[in-house]
């Protein structure tokens, strides 16, 4: 197991991922070190572990910030993997797929992983990803502490900013924090067409438009929890919330 990234006098690396803990799930030891490499680089605290039920123990037992998870493992998978620690405590996931195929996205996403990467991908990208993820986590926090007046309630739909809730005729529906924050982004604008740019700008903070496939697969997985008729596709634009005519 790698060693948490410390300075000579043994106190961590005053950077702006310093006191961040990533844990890195992946079998193959040349990614692994060149992912652990990039991330203490950025300042980062980081172990690994190379099979699922080491990742779940690792989990517990250091409780870290922010999973990378690769799907395919040994002794059980990543899906497995990301199930029981998300059960245990919810944590952002980044998935890591060798195959670029959508059911594996879409499952991901469905069992709490917040975003995901195809490879072969680039370590800048990587690291990129882990920032947007865990400033996220961090705004998450801001807005559920701070009060805002009343519920938005679009037809069935309803949205608690406060406690970050989302009900669909009275229904609890269960949202992953990148697929609440997308439904915020599409309802703060109801019938507007926005582009895959300007969601993967205001959603993920990533101006690269190489991202527009996981603004498709997280809107897929959004239509699955919500409704499919309540997100209105533009081909060759983007994606428009859909809300009953006054």
């Keep these: 197991m790698e060693q948490t990234h410390t300075a000579n006098n043994g106190t961590a690396t005053a950077t702006p991922g310093a006191q961040r803990r990533v844990l890195v799930v992946e079998d193959d030891p040349t990614i692994v070190d060149a992912i652990a490499a990039r991330l203490r680089a950025e300042g980062f605290l980081v172990q690994t572990a190379g099979d699922g039920p080491a990742a779940v123990d690792t989990a517990e037992a250091w409780q870290p910030d922010l999973l990378i998870l690769d799907i395919m493992l040994p002794g059980f998978d990543g899906l497995e993997v990301c199930r029981r620690v998300q059960a245990a405590r919810p944590v952002p996931v980044l998935m890591l797929t060798a195959r670029d195929d959508e059911t594996d996205m879409l499952v991901g996403l469905g069992v709490g992983a917040d975003d995901y990467m195809t490879k072969p991908f680039s370590m ?123």
């Design 124 to 246: 800048r990208e990587l690291a990129a990803r882990v920032h947007v993820l865990l400033r996220r986590v961090e705004r998450a926090a801001i807005a559920a502490s701070t009060p805002r007046s009343g519920i938005l309630r679009l037809g069935e739909l309803e949205i608690d900013h406060a406690q970050r809730r989302v009900r669909v005729r009275s229904d609890d529906v269960h949202l992953t924090p990148t697929e609440f924050d997308l439904l915020v982004c599409l309802a703060n604008t109801p019938r507007a067409v926005l582009s895959r740019e300007q969601l993967l700008a205001e959603v993920w903070d990533w101006a690269d438009a190489s991202g527009t496939r996981t603004v498709d697969s997280h809107i897929k997985a959004l239509r699955r929890k919500i409704g499919a008729e309540r997100i209105r596709t533009v081909h060759g634009v983007g994606y428009a919330l859909e809300t009953p005519t006054p």
